[in-house]
């Protein structure tokens, strides 16, 4: 079955620090990788996507990510976030072969000053 | 180019109500595509419309339909309101098949 995994359910971080989601998909089938993020009452903003090319992708606020097609991974990075970032994170991927977008359950990614 | 749009934004419904929401997709995109979001479950697909036709279909119960209509526009209802369909409803759209999809605002329903 296709799933997706965001490893962590909250990450909590202070102000300026490195941080890091991780996001494991099930499939071995070609895929669309992205990240979105939901802020409170609202709906889901694309942060970044990987549909081929270079496996090191960048997004909008500093974020980026890197698909490694071995692990079947896709975890997203900032170098130092911001109180701004916080916020919920999802992973989703397109399966070429359903046709399907799936999400992972989400990661709340926590900013504290 | 105006986002996805989706009406009303909440809503408040009793146990056997039914209800219709809206989505208007980004001008020029032709797939419109259904999720349900809940602390529970997270967030599940419920249908894609392409060219007013369901091109694919989650694994929701029959109560659960959606139509679209010539101008992209998508309707989704909801027939026989179980107090677990209380949910963030969100309507996204994309130009054909594969492409990234744009999410709209949602619609919050509460059963009651």
């Known amino acids: 079955a296709q799933s997706v995994t965001q490893l962590d359910s909250q990450v909590p971080v202070f102000e300026e620090a490195p941080v890091e989601l991780r996001c494991n998909y099930s499939?071995?089938?070609?895929?669309?990788l992205f990240w979105y993020v939901q802020y409170p009452n609202q709906g889901l903003q694309l942060l970044l996507k990987?549909?081929?090319?270079?496996?090191l992708v960048k997004g909008i606020n500093g974020f980026e990510a890197e698909f490694n097609k071995s692990q079947t991974s896709f975890h997203l990075r900032k170098p130092s976030v911001h109180i701004s970032d916080t916020a919920e994170y999802f992973c989703?991927?397109?399966?070429?072969?359903?046709?399907?977008?799936?999400f992972g359950q989400g990661t709340t990614l926590q900013v504290k000053p | 180019k105006a986002g996805v749009t989706q009406t009303p934004r909440y809503l408040i419904k009793t146990r056997g109500q039914q209800v219709t929401l809206s989505c208007s997709p980004i001008?020029?995109?032709?797939?419109v595509s259904w999720y349900q979001q809940t602390p529970g479950q997270g967030l599940q697909f419920l249908f894609e419309?392409?060219?007013?036709?369901?091109?694919n279909k989650g694994n929701f119960p029959g109560r659960f339909s959606g139509r679209q209509f010539s101008n992209s526009r998508s309707e989704m209802n909801v027939s026989t309101l179980e107090l677990g369909d209380s949910a963030l409803y969100l309507c996204?759209?994309?130009?054909?098949?594969?492409?990234?999809?744009?999410f709209g605002p949602g619609t919050r329903l509460l059963v009651l």
């Open positions: 990987y549909l081929s090319g270079s496996t």
């Open positions: 996204a759209s994309r130009p054909g098949s594969q492409e990234t999809q744009y």
């Open positions: 499939s071995s089938v070609s895929v669309y």
């Open positions: 001008s020029g995109h032709r797939s």
């Open positions: 419309y392409f060219s007013e036709t369901q091109r």
């Open positions: 989703a991927v397109f399966f070429f072969n359903t046709g399907k977008l799936i």
